[in-house]
């Protein structure tokens, strides 16, 4: 085969074409930061791609969960050190106004303070992060505890019942984050606690 000129030229001409051909597809990587910009350039890349950026979702999507998690455990921690601070004053005044020096008018009012502490616990018992109940279980949108008129406290029986509230760590991981509201704001908790404040407004002692 005579090989002309003019196939010389052409075949020079098509290297250069292809060249700036390459050297647009190198820009269009440096500019856009991606390998491929059509999964048909190259689909195994594009499949993988995808899988990466799926990858990517889940873990920020799990450090987000981890930082949630960190923010429930430490609000629990110190909603659960103020019930503590709470029982113990409930329990002080208790053993005051059981003494025999202690008039009707005393001990009415220290039912007075016990009232007022019964609504802190359900104050605290309703915790929230992130517009989240923290005690309320996996019912986390609906407070735990709700006052009633006649001073008896009513627990959301949703939260009594399914307890957990669980978050996503990991592929396949589940993990509970809060405290099991059946282990501190418990009916007979609450029930004692009315009854408390009923004997001593009557003038009983505690």
Do not use: C
Not at 37 to 45: A, E, L
Not at 86 to 102: F, G, H, K, M
Request: glycine letters at 6%; proline letters at 2%; hydrophobic letters at 30%.
């Amino acid at each position: 085969m005579r090989v002309t000129q003019g196939m010389m030229t052409n075949h020079v001409l098509r290297n250069i074409s292809n060249g700036y051909s390459k050297v647009s597809e190198y820009n269009d990587q440096l500019s856009s930061g991606k390998k491929i910009t059509r999964p048909s350039q190259d689909p195994v890349i594009a499949t993988m791609g995808i899988s990466y950026r799926t990858d990517v979702s889940h873990v920020n999507q799990y450090q987000k969960n981890v930082t949630n998690a960190y923010k429930w455990l430490d609000s629990s921690d110190d909603a659960l050190e103020q019930v503590n601070d709470v029982l113990n004053r409930i329990r002080e005044l208790t053993n005051e106004a059981s003494t025999d020096t202690y008039t009707a008018d005393q001990r009415k009012a220290i039912g007075t303070e016990v009232d007022q502490l019964t609504n802190q616990l359900v104050t605290l018992g309703n915790t929230q992060v992130g517009g989240q109940y923290i005690f309320s279980g996996s019912n986390s949108a609906k407070p735990l505890l709700t006052a009633n008129s006649d001073g008896s406290i009513k627990i959301d029986q949703t939260a009594i019942d399914h307890p957990d509230f669980s978050v996503a760590v990991n592929d396949g991981i589940q993990m509970a984050i809060n405290v099991n509201p059946n282990q501190v704001f418990t009916s007979d908790l609450f029930a004692n606690l009315n009854q408390l404040k009923t004997d001593l407004n009557n003038g009983a002692s505690g």
